[in-house]
C-alpha cells in the first residue's frame, strides 16, 4: 500500500508534499508528482499538505482516478 497523487497534481505542481515526506518518496514528473509506493512508509504527513487535495491513501482513490494508482507506479519502473 502506498499513497497516490491523482489528476489535481497536474498542472498544479505546488510541491508541498516534497517538503514535508520524510523518506523522499515524492518525485517530480513532466506534468505532475509521482509517490514511489515502494518507498512510501504510508505516514500520511503528505496528504494534508496538498493545497488541491490531489494526494489519497490508495484505497481511498476515488473511482475515476483509479488509473493513477498503475501511473505513479509506473512512474518509477525501468
Ligand atoms: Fe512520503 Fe508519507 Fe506521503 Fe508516503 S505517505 S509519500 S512516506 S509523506
Not at 489535481?8 to 505546488?14: L, M, N, S, T
Amino acid at each position: 500500500m502506498a499513497f497516490v497523487i491523482t489528476s489535481p497534481c497536474i498542472g498544479e505542481k505546488a510541491a508541498d508534499c516534497v517538503e514535508v515526506c520524510p523518506v523522499d518518496a515524492i518525485h517530480e514528473g513532466e506534468e505532475q508528482y509521482f509517490i514511489d509506493p515502494d518507498t512510501c512508509i504510508d505516514c500520511g504527513a503528505c496528504e494534508p499538505v496538498c493545497p488541491v487535495e490531489a494526494i489519497f491513501e490508495e484505497e481511498m482513490v476515488p473511482e475515476d482516478e483509479k488509473e493513477f494508482i498503475q501511473k505513479n507506479a509506473e512512474f518509477f519502473k525501468g
